[in-house]
């Protein structure tokens, strides 16, 4: 005697349970699918948690109680997207704007700007005053080069300002120490603060020396560890640690301090202070450097070539025209074309530079580690799925030959108008 021969489709369209819903389900036993459907909906944990979402930045915020969604919408905080079938409605949160009307005390960050730019220096020193304000209940205060063109409330804001004290445009193109000094002792006796935070950069520490010798005071310089109670620094070439209690002023060493998260402030601009300084440097101007002259570790813009670049005239015409410093990767040392110590990756040099702008180079994993520093990369490339593509913040997919001559044009056409 046989066997009945099973229908799988048919056993698996008796198990259905209607539930009116958009969701197939199935029950698990014969004697559950005789059983009559309840008509409760099943549940679905992603819908149940994207409707008790509340706020999802600075960090995720639920309310399971349901009291949120009852409530009726306030001003700034989120904005709430369309329901969506079987995912309920997500709030979507915006970064909330955080604003101090009255702050207990003022906590100034003295910015570099070096050639109208933030550099990541700059960022984490107003980390750091974000950080002492923040445990004083006072307000951080952004002393920078600021021009009609460069103001901007919203990015201020993002980068931890609650008030914004503008310094002259041009101080961010030109040496002038002993005027940013004196401007910075002028609102040090206007406005009091608790704490003055520098840079120690070139121009930044040759600034906080010149203000600690203007306010008699004592300068903690190369902060490395930055807390509300305790900074503390290196001495003796590493054999001692110094730390004390933040003092009134100090200069913060580069990455000691991590950056801001997605926080608004309301960077409130203060009125600009009148200073009336005598300089006793009768001039001042930067002298032409060659950039093959400088270590890759200090260069602040890098041309790098890889396998694909085969014009090395070219390749040098345009680290000329650009004023940038020439590097490559292993393959190219390999071969002669540049010398050793321009090599960048985990066997040569690691790099930290504001840009770099590569030519034909794949990205091997070596040298995408010594590139790991960089603030922003440049690729060029004929291969679109190149590591070294994925890396990049900006890439154009063509041939480095090509390219090359087009860019020396372009910056011959603007030299020379």
Not at 29 to 55: E, F, L, N
Not at 74 to 86: E, F, L, N, Y
Not at 327 to 334: E, L, Q
Not at 367 to 393: P, Y
């Amino acid at each position: 005697m046989t066997a009945r021969r099973r229908d799988p489709r048919a056993e698996r369209a008796a198990r259905v349970v209607p539930t009116g819903g958009p969701r197939l389900r199935l029950a698990l036993t014969a004697s559950d699918s005789a059983a009559p459907a309840s008509g409760r909906p099943r549940r679905d944990p992603r819908a149940r948690r994207a409707d008790a979402t509340v706020q999802t930045a600075p960090r995720l915020r639920l309310d399971w109680s349901g009291k949120a969604l009852a409530a009726p919408a306030t001003t700034s905080a989120a904005a709430v997207s369309p329901a969506v079938a079987g995912r309920g409605v997500r709030a979507v949160a915006e970064p909330v704007l955080r604003v101090i009307d009255a702050p207990a005390c003022l906590v100034f960050a003295v910015l570099d700007r070096a050639d109208g730019a933030l550099s990541a220096l700059d960022r984490q020193v107003m980390a750091a005053a974000r950080l002492l304000a923040d445990a004083l209940d006072g307000a951080a205060v952004a002393l920078a080069a600021v021009g009609p063109e460069d103001w901007g409330p919203e990015d201020w804001g993002a980068l931890g300002a609650d008030r914004v004290l503008p310094m002259p445009a041009a101080w961010a193109q030109e040496h002038a120490p002993e005027a940013r000094a004196a401007a910075v002792g002028a609102a040090m006796a206007r406005w009091s603060p608790v704490h003055v935070v520098f840079p120690e950069s070139q121009d930044g520490g040759d600034v906080a020396r010149r203000v600690a010798a203007v306010v008699g005071e004592r300068l903690f310089a190369g902060v490395e560890s930055l807390s509300a109670q305790c900074v503390a620094r290196r001495a003796g070439g590493g054999s001692r640690e110094l730390s004390c209690a933040p003092p009134r002023l100090l200069s913060i060493a580069a990455d000691a301090v991590a950056p801001l998260g997605p926080l608004r402030h309301e960077a409130r601009p203060l009125d600009p202070v009148a200073v009336a300084c005598a300089p006793r440097l009768g001039a001042a101007r930067r002298l032409p450097v060659d950039p093959d002259g400088v270590g890759l570790g200090e260069a602040d813009f890098i041309l790098s070539a890889g396998n694909g670049v085969t014009d090395w005239a070219a390749f040098a015409d345009l680290g000329r025209a650009l004023g940038a410093t020439r590097a490559g990767s292993r393959v190219v040392c390999d071969a002669g074309h540049l010398p050793r110590d321009r090599q960048v990756g985990a066997s040569g040099m690691v790099v930290s530079a504001r840009s770099y702008l590569a030519f034909g180079i794949a990205g091997a994993p070596q040298h995408l580690q010594g590139i790991g520093g960089v603030g922003h990369v440049i690729a060029i490339n004929t291969d679109l799925h190149a590591a070294m593509i994925k890396r990049a913040d900006l890439a154009i997919i063509a041939d480095a030959q090509a390219v090359m001559p087009a860019l020396i044009r372009l910056m011959r056409e603007r030299t020379h108008g």
